[in-house]
């Protein structure tokens, strides 16, 4: 039984942020205990929502926090790009943990394991499912599986140079079919996430912004060499 109702959620967190607290892998926050005081204070923070990497995460989350989990897994595949949550194994560790809701790569992509035998698994586990997709073929083919959640997660990361902003075109060509789409992908400002919202996505995935203070640190280090020492304000050419 699920522990929210797709009503349920849009009452408590519609227009709201889904805070992704997974710190740089091998990293110093790299620890359960610090992705649980992460997520604690993102919560704190108003939050309505956590975004967690890991079964055992999941659980230790579940144990201190009733927020709505989304959660998946990330691994490496030897012979398929695909990442995220690639397995029905994976489906059924997340599900257990208590994850309530339990995203998938929904990219057409060498894959472990067909995509309709994920939705099913993590339907047939009493879940809700949010497919990670790249491109409206993606979320045409969620969609037509009952997937009740729609992310713009992957778009920019499936070949090719990453693009600096979020993809707002694909945003907007989303949310004229799927009624809950999650704006996810370098929405790493507030504005950016105001102009998600504007647009009309469901929630928005706040992650580097929040729980990767490295990459944090590294945007004003940057930004600081970017400028002549000489006047302070003149970029470098």
Partial sequence: MKRFTVEDLDQTMKGSIIASCQPVVGGPLDRDDMVVAMASA????????????????????????????????????QNSEVCITPSVEDV???????????AFDATDRVRPTRREDIVKAILDSGCHAMADCSCMDDVHFALALN????????SGYVGGRTPPEPDYQLLKR????APRVIAEGRYNTPRKAQEAHRLGAWGVTVGTALTRLETITGWFVNG???????????PRH
């Fill in 42 to 77: 993102c919560i704190d923070g108003g939050a309505k929502a956590l975004r967690i990497e890991g079964a055992e995460r999941v659980a230790k989350i579940r144990r201190v926090s009733e927020v709505p989990v989304f959660g998946i897994v990330k691994r490496d595949m």
């Fill in 92 to 102: 059924l560790s997340l599900a257990e943990a208590g994850a309530d809701v339990i």
């Fill in 147 to 154: 997937v009740d959640f729609i992310g713009t997660t992957l």
């Fill in 174 to 177: 989303a949310v004229n079919v």
């Fill in 224 to 234: 600081l060499e970017a400028f002549s020492p000489d006047t302070g304000c003149s």
